[in-house]
């Protein structure tokens, strides 16, 4: 019971990687806000949980993210943990280059690639845009509305989701790339401001992981993604949301800045 009388709040709560972190968090202790574009889906993670609550917010606009946690402190107490989980992809982009990557990897299994992605020459304007919004700006909002929460009690943990892609870089992802590589500039460039504030700031760049939008692609790509994986298969949210908790608490005292890569061997440095 790590987080006994911590207060947690989740962004992206309602599926997936955050819902797991929400029921990982209260697993320990916390009372957890799960905070989501669906109310719905937040409420149906959130109902087995002791004084959780699910609480809108759309994490590309500033106001959303500041009354977000306005409501969870007035609902459930001092915020203490803030986890920057939310997440989308252009699904437009996805469709166009999903048969082009599974194209180039049968090539490749017999020879060199014949078939080019054109991936960034087709992203659209609005595509690079609404993925940005989403992940780095975000986590940005994020992260400055709780240090402007928990500086007042100098003290709070902020873990923000990056991902391998802003490590090295995915291939036919380049919004997407670009807006974890921010994230992890983000992380640390706060990290070194606020410790002295009492607040800590880490990120996690998780690689493959099997959730319910991976568990759908049963193609040559989810494959090839096991293949790539040296552990030989994907992750799950729940080891996920074992490292977030890690870096919430007090075992991670002395981590300021780090990025932990919960990847099966993906990526071994940083």
């Known amino acids: ?32 806000a799960a905070l989501d574009l669906s109310v719905d889906r937040a409420q149906e993670v959130v109902a087995d949980l002791p004084r959780a609550s699910a609480i809108y ?17 007035a609902k459930l107490g001092p915020l203490t943990i803030m986890v920057n989980n939310a997440g989308a992809l252009a699904m437009d982009h996805v469709a166009r280059i999903k048969p082009l990557i599974e194209q180039q990897q049968a090539e490749q299994a017999v020879g ?28 940005f909002y994020g992260t400055r509305a709780a240090v402007r929460k928990m500086v007042e009690r100098r003290s709070g943990a902020i873990i923000n989701m990056a991902s391998v892609c802003g490590i090295e870089g995915c291939t036919g992802h380049p919004h997407y790339s670009a807006a974890k590589a921010g994230v992890l500039g983000l992380t ?8 002295v504030q009492g607040i ?25 993604n096991v293949q790539r994986t040296p552990a030989g ?24 800045g780090a990025t932990l890569n919960v990847n099966g061997g993906l990526v071994t440095a940083v």
Request: hydrophobic share 45%.
């Open 57 to 73: 917010a759309d994490v590309s606009r500033a106001d959303s993210v500041e009354d977000a946690l306005t409501q969870v402190e």
């Open 112 to 139: 060199p690639i014949k078939t080019p992605l054109d991936a960034l020459v087709r992203l659209t304007d609005e595509e690079w845009r609404f993925v940005m919004s989403v992940h780095l700006d975000g986590t």
């Open 200 to 224: 800590r700031v880490n990120a996690v760049a998780p690689g493959f992981i099997d959730t319910t939008r991976t568990k759908a692609d049963v193609g040559v790509a989810r494959e090839v």
């Open 188 to 195: 640390r460039a706060t990290a070194k401001e606020v410790i």
């Open 233 to 256: 298969r994907l992750g799950t949210p729940e080891e996920v949301a074992a490292t977030v908790a890690f870096l919430a608490s007090d075992d991670a005292a002395f981590f300021v």
């Open 1 to 32: 019971m790590r987080f006994e009388g911590a207060v947690a709040a989740v962004t992206g709560g309602g599926s997936g990687i955050g819902a797991a972190i929400c029921r990982r968090l209260a697993d320990e202790g916390a009372t957890v």
